[in-house]
């Protein structure tokens, strides 16, 4: 049979319903007398298929489902046992993290530290400094030399150039006051700033991975914070924490920053990149939860995620789900195994069907595919007492009564198939006649009819021209309205240019003379600065002098004691000149500086002045251009309305010509549409006529070549 060559490359669907046909064929070879036209449409290829999908698909959801609930309950439980792992593990990195934000903070409450930091910032004596910063360098080593978790610690100044460093590789000073982190942690104005993990630590020169945190290090007297303490951290102090957690086969923990860039991971490639895996953002309201993720090689993986306390870090666990489900496989493969067995069971059941049910039906059906082709000899040889049994009896009465009625009808047909060729002769000379009169009328009413429909369209075309040009008008009108309201505009804009050129002017005559008067306010600070300087040679003078008078008043004895008492008088009154004179010496250092200062700002504004000034003209220039533009524009507005007008009035004479044209083709056209109707009426009725003729005869003609196919002996 052609149907079991056939290749097939559908869905597992039809492959089984291919393995069904083919077993129900081979069924039923072995069975004589048996045809198959098309076993695909077959009852009992349908029964079959029924029981084995029942079977089968009974065994298999019932199978997958117990594994997929499985699966489920192993990602709930793994998911909880993991989340209270990682919140073990949160838990245990804040602790540590609160013991380095407290370290930060005992370095900047320690007094001798404070006190050093106060002398270094008061003190300009440069040796001063210098056995300033060896007491503070002393100091910090107490914190970090007998801490080896710490890669370093630092005291970097905001603005400055001596700092501290105990430790390891330290950023240099010149790097940390241009990096972004230093901005960072002063503009947390004391609050302790966490840095992410660098692979070589933030000088680049670490021997392994650092993180660091940093806050300023404020006075405790005057709160005003100069420095920044920053202290680095081995990474390794993360991973001893957490060597001993796991959260299952094939599991990894990690550490990622608010930006999902890692922390922490085994493999310290993977620091400072993207965390592969996307997560809430960190600023939503969920600190923690789960959720399900593929790695970057393909795979299904459970990802839980908590957030530390102290900073926007979360702590990630990954746990791949093929690692999870390796026990629920095992339903899965038992699942297999049953379906097998049931689709052999399936076929069983479906065999038996087909000898007791699907055979004795394809002999019937081939029985009546017999009989359709003419011969109504055959006849049912079933005798079972069933339902198919049944029908075979039926079948058998059903040939005998149309054997019967196919004698009569042939008789019949014969005396019909006569009585057709008569009328079919006569219909046709009545029906050609009338053919030839419809076609003439039909003819001037259809060269009536497209007259008018050109005439139609022809004024619908003016019509539509008509509304174009008013459009036009008005858009043209609008146009106009417009360019005039611009033209306003550039005479206003061109008034108010002219106004902003004479107030630059004479703003420009008051910076120029300001910057004279301040250089001559300067020349007066230098005289005041050498009287100043006068004055204070003065008072050393003067002071000398009361030591000698002094000195004199001494050996003169008690004549003298009156004289040493005014001497002593002279020398305070000279202390107090001297000083006196030093507090307006600062005084009048102060305002030299900051009448440098306007100088300078003076001398920079003067040149944007006059750029200002040449910008303004320019302006001005575009202004007059504009104008001038929008003039002629109007001009040209003017004239293309006037052609529009004479166009309009050209076009309203063109649509009521086409008016008259239209209204006389519709009269002519409804005068033949009339005839023509009336022709085709009657030619309507002949050809009726003749096709009925035709018909009859067609129909006995049917009928006698039907019945000739039956046989009845």
């Known amino acids: 049979m052609k149907w079991l060559t056939k290749t097939r490359t559908g869905t597992g669907s039809e492959d089984r319903k291919a393995s069904g046909n083919s077993m129900y064929a081979a069924a039923l070879n072995g069975v004589r007398g048996i045809k198959i036209s098309n076993p695909v449409k077959s009852v009992g290829v349908k029964l079959f298929l029924i029981i084995f999908s029942a079977i089968l698909v009974c065994v298999l959801i019932v199978g997958l489902f117990s594994y997929s609930t499985s699966k489920s309950i192993i990602k709930e439980k793994v998911t909880e046992s993991g989340t209270v792992a990682l919140s073990q593990s949160q838990g245990k990195l804040d602790l540590m993290f609160k013991n380095y934000e407290d370290l930060t903070l005992q370095i900047m409450l320690d007094k001798n530290i404070q006190d050093n930091i106060s002398m270094m910032q008061a003190s300009g004596d440069s040796y001063q400094q210098f056995v ?85 290090l404020k006075n405790a007297n005057t709160n005003k914070g100069d420095y920044i303490l920053l202290v680095e951290v081995y990474l390794q102090q993360i991973s001893d924490q957490l060597a001993d957690v796991s959260l299952g086969s094939g599991s990894e923990i990690m550490i990622v920053d608010d930006a999902n860039n890692l922390v922490y991971s085994k493999d310290v490639a993977q620091l400072e990149k993207p965390l592969s895996i996307k997560l809430p953002t960190s600023d939503s309201s969920v600190t923690h939860g789960s959720l399900q993720a593929v790695s970057p090689g393909g795979s299904d993986l459970l990802v839980m995620y908590d957030q530390f306390d102290r900073m926007d870090w979360r702590i990630v666990g990954t746990v ?52 359709a082709q003419g011969n109504l000899s055959v006849r ?62 039909e003819e001037i009413a259809n060269g009536a009819t497209s ?44 008034a108010y240019m002219n106004t902003l050129i004479e107030k630059t002017g004479q703003t420009e005559e008051m910076t120029r003379s300001m910057v004279e008067k301040v250089d001559l306010l300067k020349e007066s600070t230098r005289s005041i600065r050498k009287i100043l300087d006068v004055l204070n040679n003065i008072s050393k003078q003067t002071n000398i002098l009361s030591l000698n008078a002094t000195i004199e008043a001494a050996r003169a004895g008690a004549a003298g004691k009156g004289f040493m008492v ?27 500086k900051e009448i440098d200062e306007t100088v300078s700002v003076l001398s ?110």
């Open 380 to 441: 049912s040889k079933v005798k079972s007492r069933d339902e198919i049994g049944q029908l075979s009896e039926s079948f058998n009465q059903m040939m005998a009564q149309i054997t019967a009625l196919v004698t009569q009808t042939s008789r019949t047909a014969q005396e019909v198939l006569h009585t057709a060729t008569e009328l079919t002769d006569a219909s046709k000379k009545t029906a050609g006649s009338a053919r030839e009169i419809a076609v003439a009328t």
């Open 132 to 216: 300033a910063s060896k007491k503070l360098s002393d100091a910090l080593q107490v914190y970090v030399l007998g801490n080896t978790s710490l890669a370093n610690a630092s005291i970097i100044p905001i603005k400055g150039t001596i700092g501290i460093s105990v430790g390891g590789s330290a950023v240099s000073i010149e790097d940390a006051q241009k990096s972004d982190w230093m901005k960072q942690i002063v503009d947390a104005g004391g609050k302790v700033v966490w840095l992410p993990t660098k692979s070589h630590g933030l000088s680049s020169a670490s021997p392994g991975p650092t993180f660091a945190l940093g806050r300023v």
């Open 566 to 592: 005014v001497a002593d008088e002279i020398r305070k009154l000279a202390d107090q000149s001297r000083q006196s004179i030093d507090v307006v010496g600062q005084i009048t250092e102060t305002i030299q």
């Open 451 to 494: 007259l008018a429909v050109e005439a139609e369209k022809g004024s619908d075309l003016t019509t539509e021209i008509g509304e174009q040009m008013q459009q036009v008008m008005s858009a043209n009108r609008q146009m106009g309205a417009a360019a005039s309201e611009v033209e306003s505009a550039s005479q206003q804009g061109t």
């Open 604 to 713: 920079t504004a003067y040149p944007i002045f006059q750029q200002q000034i040449q910008s303004v003209k320019e302006a001005n220039q575009i202004f007059l251009k504009v104008q001038g533009q929008m003039s002629e524009f109007v001009e040209r507005l003017d004239s293309v309305t006037d052609s529009i007008g004479v166009l309009d009035r050209s076009q309203g004479v063109l649509s009521e010509a086409m008016s008259n044209v239209s209204a006389v083709a519709e009269e002519a056209s409804a005068t033949s549409e009339e005839v023509a109707s009336l022709s085709n009426e009657q030619t309507n009725i002949s050809e009726g006529l003749v096709k009925l003729s035709d018909k009859l005869e067609s129909v006995s003609t049917e009928l006698k070549e039907t019945l000739s196919r039956f046989r009845t002996e």
């Open 320 to 371: 791949p789900v093929q690692s999870l489900v390796q026990d629920a496989a095992k339903i899965r493969n038992l699942t297999w195994i049953i379906a097998a067995i049931a689709a052999l069971l399936a076929i069983g059941i479906g065999l038996l069907v087909i000898r007791m049910v699907a055979i004795p039906l394809v002999r019937l059906c081939n029985l009546m595919n017999e009989a």
